[in-house]
């Protein structure tokens, strides 16, 4: 289970901003989370609410996730496709020729602060 070390990760970036900022307390953290990140968004969410009760700033902080789909690029036809639907293979030219251009990344997409 890697979102423990997810979230906590993305605790301390939130509280390194907070500080630097002077911001007393955090609202909500929004999350983009992408749809082949491995990352499942309930197990987030549970880590979330364990490990925010451990900061002051944070204690009360929302966890908002956005799933971002994942897109492949087929070299041949150069098209892109939806990954999850389709898997490795375009199907607009059966190619195996592709690559996945978003849809395996996290970032932290907007801190509001109270």
Same mark, same amino acid.
């Given at each position: $289970?890697?979102? @423990?070390?997810?979230?906590?990760?993305? /605790? +301390?970036?939130?509280?390194?901003?907070?500080?630097?900022?002077? @911001? !007393?307390?955090? %609202? !909500?953290?929004?999350? +983009?989370?992408?749809?082949?990140? %491995? /990352?499942? *968004?309930?197990?987030?969410?549970?880590?979330w609410q364990w490990a925010v009760k451990? !900061? +002051?700033? $944070?204690? !009360?902080?929302?966890?908002?996730?956005? /799933? @971002? *789909?994942?897109?492949?690029?087929?070299?041949?036809? +150069?098209?892109?496709?939806?990954?999850?639907?389709?898997?490795?293979?375009? *199907?607009?030219?059966?190619?195996?020729?592709?690559?996945?251009?978003? %849809?395996?990344e996290y970032n932290i997409k907007e801190?509001?602060?109270?």
């Amino acid at each position: $289970m890697h979102e @423990l070390g997810t979230v906590l990760y993305v /605790i +301390e970036r939130v509280e390194e901003l907070a500080e630097k900022n002077q @911001l !007393s307390q955090i %609202g !909500s953290v929004t999350l +983009e989370v992408g749809e082949v990140s %491995g /990352i499942v *968004p309930a197990y987030l969410t549970d880590c979330w609410q364990w490990a925010v009760k451990r !900061s +002051e700033r $944070m204690n !009360s902080a929302e966890l908002k996730i956005e /799933i @971002l *789909p994942a897109v492949t690029f087929c070299e041949n036809c +150069e098209k892109t496709y939806e990954t999850v639907k389709y898997g490795r293979t375009c *199907p607009h030219c059966g190619s195996d020729k592709t690559y996945l251009l978003a %849809g395996n990344e996290y970032n932290i997409k907007e801190i509001e602060a109270c």
